[in-house]
């Protein structure tokens, strides 16, 4: 397994990129700190204590609500732009995008085009490290300087002097690792898993794996979704046939970045108002060529807004993409030694022939 590890800073912070280079914390109030930006550091800001103390420690530090859907939003986007990069990918909330590209044939481009991507999407370089695994991967890109990578061959050789403290375990587990005189990944590494478990429970025995570089844990392999939507809801309700165009066009704009980032075209269009009384209105329709940007969905939507005749001011507007293209076809290009299914290579036969004609790509019989 080879793991490369881009590690971004939590991406509640992503959410606020004007407030790079400032110190932030995350978090509610009587609550704990959800993430804290690297110049909190110096102060002992650590995510999971109190806010109240992270306060104490850094009052002059900004601090931001958490907003769970827009973080997973982040985190989606970022999956999808990494998707076509290797077979597994695994974005966590926590500013963490593994890519597990054992196997890929173009390994060194996929490192390359993570960087760029991760650089877009968060507005600051990530740190690379790439590693037999997810564990020490991580930690290899922590040890990194912005944009660059740091490469590990022997994974026990280089966890055995990083402190205990790196791993994943709660403040009392590490505490007491510390009362066993166990300070460095090398000291853990040489006890026994189940000595270790008999004094941690089986995190212990975890414990002692990943000290040892035997990487336990397996990435979850994400999927892109069939399915996406925008809407706008309005303050005042709407009955300007140029204001529905107008905010039409914009969340137009906003699905074709999206789909963009996944490489998926829409299939199935449907257009829901939300009316001021009764019952919503809808349009909706299935295209033979898959729409995926601005220009093609606002012309779709556009017609239909400039034709519909609503029976009472609109509170809502939504466009749904109840079907998109698969975007798991980007990873034809992975690829190697004609491993791909026959299912899959089927499919993307039969999307050249619907976009280009039947005679650009033809079958022909395996003879051998």
Known sequence: MRICCGLTGHLELARRPDLYGQPVIVGRWDEHVVAASEETLPFGVITGMALRQAEHLCPQAIFVLPDEEATARIRELISSALYDLA????????GIAWLDISGVATAGLSIRNARHRLLKAIGREPRLGLAPGPFSARLAAARARPGRLLRIADAGEFLAPLPSRE???????LERLDLLGLRSLGAVASIGPREMESQLGHEGRRAVLLARGLEPDQLVAWRPPLFTSAHRQFGEPVEDREALLF??????????????LRGAGAKHVRVRLEVESGAPETRESIVRHPLSSAAELFGLIGSWIKEWQPRAPITEL??????LEGAGRRQLRLWAGGDGSSEEVTAALERLQ??????FVQKQPFAG
């Open 167 to 173: 791993l994943p375990l709660d403040a009392e587990k």
């Open 354 to 359: 619907e976009r280009f004609g039947e005679g």
């Open 87 to 94: 077979p597994v990918v695994d974005v966590r909330d926590e």
């Open 247 to 260: 905010v039409g066009r914009a969340l137009c704009g906003d699905l074709a970045d999206e789909l963009g």
């Open 318 to 323: 939504w466009i749904e993409l109840p079907v």
